[in-house]
């Protein structure tokens, strides 16, 4: 079953802050997080495994709730080139370390000047 | 390093015709995955092949298959296209060296069925 980001779009101004989550029915093996601008292919941001500390660089973290198999993604301070569309991509213990990937439906983030 | 080449980039097809699309991955990289995106069902898995072999399968009708070949380069066929299958096809490339999870994705091939 598909993994539920919510909200599905996001307006900001330059500099500010968004988060975006992702939630899942099922038992997690991982979490990743993908950016797609328009036009272009998906772009790996990072990945979180179950067990695993929360990660980030940059101005851009994530954090993964194992009790609750829910995901967040948090920009800070954002920039113009932070606009795309976010997708979280889950992976299960049966199809860890492959290429297999459920991805949300995606949360459209548009960052104005 | 090159990156992803999938080709063709654009197609049109008629409903009852087949297609077949190529992906070429990252030097290196066993495991070739396939996905298809539309605007309403979003990022689909279709099948991942890994050293030849179907490792993974989604919920693909058997009009959607795909193979490896030895050097890695993975093709994809849909037989008796729908318009429904209109879609941009995306191949991702991971398992090299210090596999990370990583998943590299080619620019897609867009497919347009009349």
């Known amino acids: 079953q598909q993994p539920v980001q919510s909200p599905q779009a996001v307006i900001l101004r330059e500099g500010e802050d968004a988060v975006i989550n992702c939630s899942s029915s099922k038992a997690l093996y991982s979490v990743h997080w993908y950016r797609q601008k328009h036009g272009e292919a998906p772009v790996f941001l990072m990945i979180l495994l179950k067990g695993g500390e929360q990660k980030g660089h940059d101005k851009i973290s994530a954090s993964f709730n194992e009790k609750k198999q829910q995901s967040s993604l948090y920009l800070t301070a954002s920039q113009l080139s932070y606009s795309g569309t976010y997708f ?3 992976a299960t213990e049966g199809s860890g370390n492959t290429g297999k990937l ?6 459209t983030l548009q960052v104005k000047p | 390093k ?19 699309l190529s992906c070429s991955p990252i030097s290196g990289h066993r495991s070739v995955s396939w996905y298809q995106q539309t605007p309403g069902q979003g990022l689909q898995f279709l099948f991942e092949y890994f050293s030849e072999t179907q490792r993974n399968k989604g919920n693909f009708p058997g009009r959607f298959s795909g193979r490896q070949f030895s050097n890695s380069r993975s093709e994809m066929n849909v037989s008796t296209l729908e318009l429904g299958d209109s879609a941009l096809y995306l191949c991702a490339s991971s398992g090299g060296q210090g ?3 990583e998943l590299f994705f080619g620019e897609g091939s867009r497919l347009t069925v009349l």
């Open chain 1, 88 to 90: 979280c991509g889950t």
């Open chain 2, 2 to 20: 090159a990156g992803v080449t999938q080709t063709p980039r654009y197609l049109i097809k008629t409903r009852g015709q087949q297609v077949t």
């Open chain 1, 102 to 107: 459920i991805f949300g439906q995606g949360t």
């Open chain 2, 99 to 101: 596999f990370t999870g």
